[in-house]
């Protein structure tokens, strides 16, 4: 059984501060890694992919993936009111058979 | 270019009734995979359609089904309806057999009654 932990939250993280989302997995074969931010009522967006250990960034958004520990993390810098939302971790395993695991989400407040 | 279209946006049936969800992909896009998201739970993989087969589904009953058509559009069936089967069905498609990201569509909030 394929697993993707989150904290659930809420995380409460002052306007332009630096917000950290974590997320870890259970399957040591995943070979790709998702971050979808999700507003209420709403569909999944995409915002990141890793599928590399280290940093990725895009923009205001650092994705960083550490395989050995099965850890994935999400930087938003300078956090705006707007980024509140609850954030998704999804991880895909190597065989291709199935869609993405997704954690539970935290919901992270953006305090202006 | 147009995203991932689901219709319709809500529906409302009641108990032991039968839903159909359609959802069509972006263009180019062959793979379409449904997601249920309960309130308060994760989303829970469903379904996932490729070149017009079924190629895995995740650990819902058989009253679950689905179809893709040739244009790779696809429709999601529930059977004989329970409660508990109320939620937001996410539809999203993906460009290559087994990759990702997905794209995801509006969903559909089923309500059952």
């Known amino acids: 059984q394929k697993e993707v932990e989150q904290n659930s939250g809420p995380l409460s993280v002052p306007e332009g501060a630096i917000a950290s989302l974590n997320c870890t997995y259970s399957?040591?074969?995943?070979?790709?890694f998702f971050w979808y931010r999700q507003y209420s009522g709403k569909s999944p967006e995409l915002i990141m992919f890793?599928?590399?250990?280290g940093d990725k960034e895009d923009g205001r958004f650092t994705a960083q993936l550490n395989k050995a520990s099965q850890y994935v993390s999400l930087l938003i810098r300078d956090s705006q009111p707007s980024d509140s939302a609850t954030y998704l971790c999804?991880?895909?395993?190597?065989?291709?058979?199935?869609?993405?695991?997704f954690g539970k989400g935290t919901h992270l407040i953006i305090q202006p | 270019e147009a995203g991932v279209t689901q219709s319709p946006t809500h529906l409302i049936k009641t108990r032991g009734q039968q839903a159909t969800l359609r959802c069509s992909p972006i263009?180019?896009?062959?793979?379409v995979y449904w997601y249920q998201q309960a309130l308060g739970l994760g989303l829970q993989f469903l379904l996932w359609?490729?070149?017009?087969?079924?190629?895995n589904r995740g650990n819902f009953p058989p009253r679950f089904s689905g179809r893709q058509f040739p244009n790779y559009s696809s429709e999601l069936n529930v059977n004989a309806l329970e409660l508990e089967d109320s939620a937001l069905y996410l539809c999203?498609?993906?460009?290559?057999?087994?990759?990702?990201?997905?794209?995801f569509g509006n969903g559909t909030r089923l309500t059952v009654t």
């Open positions: 999804a991880v895909k395993g190597g065989g291709g058979a199935d869609g993405l695991t």
């Open positions: 890793i599928y590399s250990n």
């Open positions: 399957d040591r074969g995943s070979q790709s």
């Open positions: 263009s180019g896009h062959t793979s």
């Open positions: 999203a498609s993906s460009r290559l057999r087994d990759a990702a990201p997905l794209h």
């Open positions: 359609y490729d070149e017009g087969e079924e190629r």
